[in-house]
Structures are given as C-alpha cells and as structure tokens.
Nanobody
Framework: HVQLVESGGGSVQAGGSLSLSCAVA????????MGWVRQAPGKEREGIATLDNYGSTTYADSVKGRFSIPQDNAKNTLYLQMNSLKPEDTAMYYCAADSVILPGRELEDSQYTYWGQGTQVTVS
C-alpha cells in the first residue's frame, strides 16, 4: 500500500510560479512510476506529467515547457514545478503512483492505483 500526501497548492497570479510536493510512503516496487493528474471544475481528469520506472518523463502538451517534475533519488518525494501559470491551469492537482505504467499510456490517469487527496491550485 502506498500513501501520498500533496502540499503546496494555493493562489497565484497568471505568469507566476508554484511548486507542489507529494510525500510518498510505501514499498518501493509499488511506486516505481509516479505522476501528477489534475481536474478542473466540470472537466475530466487530465494526466499532465509522469515519471516512469526508468526515470523518463512525459508531459502533456498543455504543460510542456512550463511544468517539470524533479524528484528525489529515494523516490520519497515527488515535486511539480509550475512556471508561467495560466488561468486554465486552475484545478485540483493529485499525485499518483503505481508499480508500472504501460508504454504509450503514461498520461492516462487509469494507469494509477494509488492517489493523494489533492491540492488546489488557483490562477487568476
């Protein structure tokens, strides 16, 4: 079982930056792959960034070049660095983990078994 706890959400003006953190606890083999998923009001969940078990990253086109996912070597914390924020980035942000993600499906939220409770990001 993996436990994830996000922090760092808040309100920021357009063009600003925000960094989210996700503390990850649990067996290493269950958190080989980790990522961030967001959900805006009235919209479906959107996978935005994934770090797979090989250390490769995948980003959604909507955040590519603006967001990045630094990670500590022990895989105990996952970060989401968000720059050049836009109002359309407003959403609840979740971190998620699983033992494996199928190639080509890195941004599909259905790939994840373990989820945090989410943290709200509001850009105005």
């Amino acid at each position: 079982h993996v436990q994830l706890v996000e922090s760092g959400g808040g309100s920021v003006q357009a063009g600003g930056s925000l960094s989210l953190s996700c503390a990850v606890a649990g067996p290493a083999h269950l958190k080989n792959c980790m990522g961030w998923v967001r959900q805006a009001p009235g919209k479906e969940r959107e996978g935005i960034a994934t770090l797979d078990n090989y250390g490769s990253t995948t980003y959604a086109d909507s955040v590519k070049g603006r967001f990045s996912i630094p990670q500590d070597n022990a895989k105990n914390t996952l970060y989401l660095q968000m720059n050049s924020l836009k109002p359309e980035d407003t959403a609840m942000y979740y971190c998620a983990a699983d033992s494996v993600i199928l190639p080509g499906r890195e941004l599909e939220d259905s790939q994840y078994t373990y989820w945090g409770q989410g943290t709200q990001v509001t850009v105005s």
